[in-house]
Structure formats: structure tokens, C-alpha cells
């Protein structure tokens, strides 16, 4: 099949693009407003752009009714926000805090876990996770779309300070990810968790090619 999605019905129960691209990883976001309200959300619109210096991104739908997320608000008006690595064991606490409520309403609460503090960030982490990126917002980057919840915010931020676990650092270096079991956002409502991780290198590739695949900064 194929179908022109501006202009043509794919005639499906359900729409196909976001099963397309994935899996994709879990924004789940903390923020705190100007009037202190901490705000905690999950957007499947998020990735990195760049690590050295380490960059991310999230894109936010409007609502129906043309409210922009709470999550955009406050990075913008604060200048901060958090991203805490969303894993199988806090799956429901995940999903708790993507219901939408007034912007009054301290999502921690509605998920049932815990705030620990920041170190250059207002908002608070969510402690019962094992990684955390504090991002410093730079910019929003506005697109409408052909209906109001199709409009997006799409937020650039850069990552000032990341929180690993020591327990989840392995004997080799490495994040332990079998033993995190991060989630990640398939079409529908369906997600997937990671269980199984193997390894392909790029045949005769230079130290420097292996370095930007790795993330690693080259000394210049």
C-alpha cells in the first residue's frame, strides 16, 4: 500500500506513521513553573542531536483546544528542565504522569515518586531513576500543523549536567541497559522495553570515525 498522507484515507483502523519510526525513546520530563509547581510529563518526540557539546530535543503537540504544554511553558520561562531515563520498572509511574491535568496539579504526586533535587537545574529529578540529564533550554522552534493538536513545539536544549547510578555501571565501562530495561514508545498505545543489546562495528573504520560513533569528544 501506499498513500499521500496530507491529501489521502490509508484506510487502516489505525494510523500507521508512528508505528513507522521506531522504537523511540521516552522524554520523561520534569519541570518546575515560575510559581514552583513541579511539572512532570513523557513525550515520545525526543532525541539527541549532537554530543559534543551534548544536545537534545523534544517536540510537544499542542492540545485540542490550542493550550501549549506545560513541560514547554516553564523550560521557557525557567531556562530548565530534566530528563529522566524512563525503564520498565517505572512504566506505570510513567504512564500516571502523561494524563492531562491543570497546570496546578505537581505530576510527582500523580506518579507516585519521589523529587530529589537538581545541582544547576530549578526543577527536581525523579529519584527512583537511574539517569538523569539536566538541559538548559536554548530554544523553541514553533510549527503549525493542519489541526491544533497537530501544531508542535519542537525545544533545543543542551545537557549542563548527567546523573548516572553506580550501579548501573558495569565492569567494562559501560551503562548496564540490560540491567535498566529502558522503555521506548511504539505506534498506537504499545510500547516495547530493551532486553537483548548486541554490537556491530562499521568494517575498517579509523579511530576517528569509531570516535563520533562512540560520542567521544576528539581533543582538537
Known amino acids: ?3 499521500a498522507p496530507n491529501s489521502e484515507s490509508h484506510g487502516l483502523k489505525f494510523n500507521p506513521f508512528k508505528s513507522c519510526t521506531v522504537p523511540r525513546p521516552i ?3 520534569s519541570s518546575v513553573s515560575r510559581t514552583g509547581v513541579a511539572n512532570l510529563a513523557p513525550y515520545s518526540q525526543w532525541q539527541n542531536l549532537t554530543f ?3 544536545m537534545v530535543m523534544f517536540a510537544a503537540n499542542q492540545y485540542p483546544d490550542g493550550r501549549r504544554k506545560d513541560t514547554v511553558i516553564n523550560a521557557e520561562e525557567t531556562g530548565w528542565f530534566a530528563w529522566n531515563m524512563a525503564t520498565y520498572a517505572l512504566r506505570e509511574a510513567v504512564n500516571a504522569s502523561a494524563r492531562a491535568v491543570a ?3 505537581d505530576e510527582f504526586d ?3 515518586v ?5 545541582i544547576d537545574a530549578p526543577c527536581p529529578r525523579v529519584a527512583e531513576s537511574p539517569i538523569h ?3 538548559r533550554y536554548l530554544s523553541t522552534q514553533r510549527f503549525a500543523g493542519n489541526s491544533p493538536e497537530g501544531t508542535v513545539d519542537v525545544v533545543f536544549a543542551r545537557v549542563e549536567r548527567i546523573h548516572i547510578r553506580d550501579e548501573v555501571i558495569g565492569a567494562d565501562g559501560k551503562i548496564d541497559i540490560k540491567r535498566i530495561r529502558p522503555i521506548a514508545r511504539l505506534g498506537y498505545y504499545d510500547y516495547t522495553v530493551v532486553d537483548e543489546v548486541f554490537e556491530m562495528r562499521i568494517p575498517a573504520a579509523n579511530e576517528l570515525e569509531l570516535a563520533g ?4 569528544p576528539r581533543k582538537v
Open 1 to 3: 500500500m501506499h498513500f
Open 27 to 29: 522524554g520523561w520530563l
Open 52 to 54: 559534543d557539546p551534548p
Open 103 to 105: 497546570a496546578e496539579i
Open 110 to 112: 500523580l506518579a507516585g
Open 114 to 118: 519521589t523529587k530529589i533535587s537538581c
Open 133 to 135: 540529564f539536566e538541559c
Open 213 to 216: 560513533l562512540e560520542g567521544m
